[in-house]
């Protein structure tokens, strides 16, 4: 059999031969998720009877009729008492 020597790369060599890796952060969840779209969406289809309770804990009670991004529509069931509007 033939004598054979092992050569052994130079591990500098090779570091700057391999891109490094680079450390992946977890990105940041998107600004807008649309969950809060879709709770109103079905709170409003289902008509569902909500309480909103006020700074001064006056209580409004009703079912939302339509939202925008700063107000929601309560109705109350009743013509007496008029539209009221919650933020």
Same mark, same amino acid.
């Given at each position: 059999?033939?004598?054979?020597?092992?050569?052994?790369?130079?591990?500098?060599?090779?570091?700057?031969?391999?891109?490094?890796?680079?450390?992946?952060?977890?990105?940041?969840?998107?600004?807008?998720?649309?969950?809060?779209?879709?709770?109103?969406?079905?709170?409003?289809? %289902?008509?569902?009877?909500?309480?909103?309770?006020?700074?001064?804990?006056?209580?409004?009670?009703?079912?939302?009729?339509?939202?925008?991004?700063?107000?929601?529509?309560?109705?109350?069931?009743?013509?007496?008492?008029?539209? %009221?509007?919650?933020?």
């Amino acid at each position: 059999m033939a004598n054979r020597k092992l050569i052994r790369p130079d591990m500098n060599e090779l570091k700057k031969e391999l891109p490094s890796r680079s450390v992946r952060r977890k990105q940041t969840p998107p600004e807008q998720t649309n969950a809060e779209e879709f709770y109103y969406l079905k709170q409003m289809a %289902a008509k569902t009877p909500m309480v909103v309770i006020l700074v001064n804990d006056e209580e409004l009670r009703g079912w939302i009729e339509w939202y925008d991004t700063c107000s929601r529509r309560r109705s109350s069931g009743s013509s007496s008492a008029g539209p %009221a509007s919650a933020r």
